[in-house]
């Protein structure tokens, strides 16, 4: 009898299961024939947790690029936003990978957006042979030199940033002993390590130090290290810090160092550059006259059209979304890689590979200027650092490299 | 070897005052979200793991007050005593509000079915992620930074180094509230009870003492002074969902280096804690100040397993 029984469930299951599959066949080739297909462009950066403003500021440039290429472009396809997580972090970053991976409609990705994140999520890009171009991962080591790397960016390297930033300290704010201090995320690390080596060879005394990240930021230290960091730092009698980090740790870096009465000039990177680095600041008068380095046009600003129809997606201004204009040509120079390989009912698997290969030799001229890639994946442009500070609260432009 | 330790000792020669009053500040705010944990286990022999989200509720409550009422005013003089004053007693209030309801939802039902320990362990987590998650729907995932509440800059000198009006204001409420509740817990009839349910609880209820309105009041002392904690310590480290647990395993470790149920002891260990992170950081790098504060615990642990103070709210305190 319980045989039986077993048998007739499994019997059922089966005939069910044959019911299920069979309209959905037909149903795919009907949609096929009479449709344009779907393809997937999947943003992943930090959506939530307490570095997300930057990943809103890039995504939803990514979906003002796929909506006006789906509006204007009259494209043989369709294409649709996936968003993947990662909140920034190296250790979530795998999970969202690997569900971008098995995204069957998915044909590229713009991101990763944290150094560490795509550090660890590129192994699953890699072996799918998913091109991901970054508007803002740019740790160094990430170009990895490799012929036809999937890694791609749109920014330049922590190379040029941080030799830039240390040349602005030592030879333009004429800092002669200078602290660096790094939050220990990959990025953070590799930024500081280039700023402290460059200054070096220019001649000033460098004092380097880590403090990792807090538990007031997504990490796990004590928030109250920034006191004592902030009495090392007072004591070191250093008239020039560093930051190699993110804005929400470098305002309490910020906050700690206004009570200490620290007065010398101080510096962070692009990972500190947005309006919330002001607002995470207590008093905010404390991030005043802070300056902020970013590389590659990466102060450049959506503007126009873009800018009005990027406020009405995201109800927040493009200007001073940071990275918002890099997403947006990332995302374009993507779509004009896929609309060089598409054909009629060639498949993702396919798709995938071409996209590549056809980012590398893609030129493109988009509002952050004129891009093509480097065969590890950098940019070919000689890169311009801009440099911005803070004054009375705001972002404003103080020149360039 | 020589030179290493040469080289320290000059860089803590330069730091060592300032880093100390750095450290007794964060010692003073470990020491009051100790007194939580300590209270608890003094009673019900139970580590209360949803004592960082208590703190957190206190950080929430206080920062939403101070911004109504501050507004785009900027604060000085009485205003800001005023202000702080406002501060503690928002975040004590809404501190001392979750840590009963958590008595009440995750811990009395328990208790009332006796319970084994690990059940409440695990109900106290239970309670401590529901507690963050719900903050940061509701509040969002990210810092809140509290406006300008005082003016920072130091108030006095000690051997050179500037006393900042914030570890002014972190002495003062914390020594104020700290006498407070010693003398609460050692001299009225509240204290008495409560180190009746600490010494034996059933003698205690056989005594005339309410069990459980005891236990509540416990809750209600250590959410207080957890809730405004967490008022002194955002003014300057900002509020989000996930504040309470680094300073709450902290203040759990201070409870345990001066001998968890030792309310004297949790605010010994607290100190010493803020003081030994603190001036660790002349010594190696600021990445290892917890590092630091870990070894300091296993070495005392090591030599009295029981705490600096040893185990006894019941019997002095």
Not at chain 1, 361 to 386: E, P
Not at chain 2, 139 to 155: C, D, K, M
Request: positive net charge.
């Amino acid at each position: 009898m319980k045989l039986r029984l077993s048998k007739t469930v499994a019997g059922v299951a089966s005939s069910a299961l044959l019911l299920m599959t069979v309209p959905a066949i037909g149903l795919a080739s009907a949609s096929g024939a009479a449709a344009k297909p779907t393809f997937t462009i999947g943003y992943e950066g930090p959506l939530t947790g307490s570095n997300a403003q930057l990943g809103l500021n890039m995504v939803f440039a990514v979906q003002l690029a796929i909506n006006n290429a789906n509006k204007t472009h009259a494209l043989p396809f369709n294409l649709k936003l996936a968003s993947y997580d990662d909140q920034g972090s190296p250790t979530l970053s795998p999970a969202q990978a690997s569900s971008a991976v098995h995204n069957k409609t998915l044909v590229a990705i713009v991101g990763p957006a944290f150094s560490g994140a795509t550090r660890a999520a590129e192994p699953y890009y890699s072996a799918a042979h998913i091109a991901t171009v970054s508007p803002s991962a740019t740790a160094a080591a990430l170009a990895t030199g490799k012929k036809n790397n999937n890694f791609m960016r749109v920014v330049a390297g922590d190379d040029v940033q941080g030799a830039a930033d240390a040349k602005f300290l030592v030879k333009t704010k004429s800092v002669k002993s200078l602290y660096v201090i790094d939050d220990g995320s990959f990025y953070g690390a590799g930024l500081a390590a280039v700023v402290a080596q460059e200054a070096k060879s220019l001649g000033a005394s460098v004092t380097p130090n880590s403090y990792p990240e807090s538990g007031s930021c997504g990490g796990t230290a004590s928030a109250s290290e920034y006191t004592a960091a902030a009495t090392q730092i007072v004591a070191s009698g250093a008239t020039g810090l560093f930051y190699g980090g993110y804005y929400c740790d470098f305002g309490l870096l910020l906050g700690a160092l206004n009570s200490a009465g620290y007065k010398g000039v101080v510096m962070s990177g692009d990972g500190s550059l947005s309006p919330a680095l002001i607002t995470g600041t207590s008093p905010a008068s404390a991030a005043n006259n802070v300056y902020l380095s970013v590389a590659g046009g990466g102060s450049a600003n959506l503007t126009g059209k873009l800018a009005t129809a990027y406020r009405a997606l995201s109800h927040f201004p493009a200007n001073n979304a940071t990275y918002a204009a890099q997403s947006y040509d990332a995302t374009n120079m993507i779509i004009a890689a896929l609309k060089k390989v598409y054909k009629a009912k060639i498949s993702v698997a396919k798709l995938r590979p071409a996209i590549i290969t056809a980012l590398h030799k893609l030129v493109y001229h988009g509002v952050t200027g004129k891009l093509s890639f480097q065969s590890n994946g950098d940019l070919n442009a000689k890169t311009i650092v801009d440099f911005s500070q803070v004054q009375n609260g705001q972002i404003v432009s103080v020149g360039h490299s | 070897m020589i030179n290493y330790f040469t080289s320290h000792f000059d860089t803590l020669r330069l730091e060592f005052w300032p880093l100390l009053v750095g450290g007794l500040a964060s010692g003073f705010i470990y020491a009051m979200v100790a007194i939580g944990y300590t209270l608890v286990y003094g009673v019900l022999r139970l580590i209360n793991f949803a004592h960082s989200e208590i703190f957190m509720s206190g950080g929430f409550a206080s920062y939403f007050v101070i911004r109504a009422v501050i507004g785009t005013s900027q604060p000085s003089g009485l205003e800001s005593i005023l202000l702080i004053g406002l501060g503690v007693v928002s975040g004590g209030a809404a501190g001392a509000l979750v840590a009963v309801l958590v008595e009440r939802v995750a811990y009395r039902p328990l208790r009332r079915r006796k319970a084994p320990a690990l059940a409440y362990l695990i109900s106290a987590i239970g309670a401590s992620y529901f507690l963050f998650n719900l903050a940061g729907k509701e509040f969002g995932r990210y810092l809140y930074a509290y406006p300008t509440i005082f003016v920072n800059h130091p108030v006095f000198t000690i051997f050179g180094a500037g006393v900042q009006m914030y570890y002014v204001v972190v002495a003062i409420a914390g020594v104020i509230m700290l006498i407070t509740l010693d003398r609460v817990v050692a001299k009225s009839k509240l204290g008495r009870s409560v180190r009746a349910v600490a010494q034996d609880a059933e003698t205690a209820s056989l005594m005339g003492v309410n069990i459980d309105r005891t236990i509540v009041v416990t809750f209600l002392i250590g959410g207080a002074l957890g809730g405004a904690a967490a008022f002194l310590y955002g003014i300057t480290s900002g509020v989000i969902y996930t504040m309470g647990f680094t300073p709450a395993l902290k203040a759990f470790t201070a409870a345990v280096l001066g001998g968890i149920g030792n309310i004297r002891g949790a605010v010994l260990g607290g100190l010493l804690l803020g003081v030994v992170e603190s001036l660790s950081v002349a010594f190696v790098q600021g990445s290892y100040i917890d590092v630091a504060a870990f070894t300091v615990l296993v070495l005392v642990l090591l030599f009295r397993p029981t705490g600096i103070l040893g185990e006894r709210l019941g019997r002095s305190a």
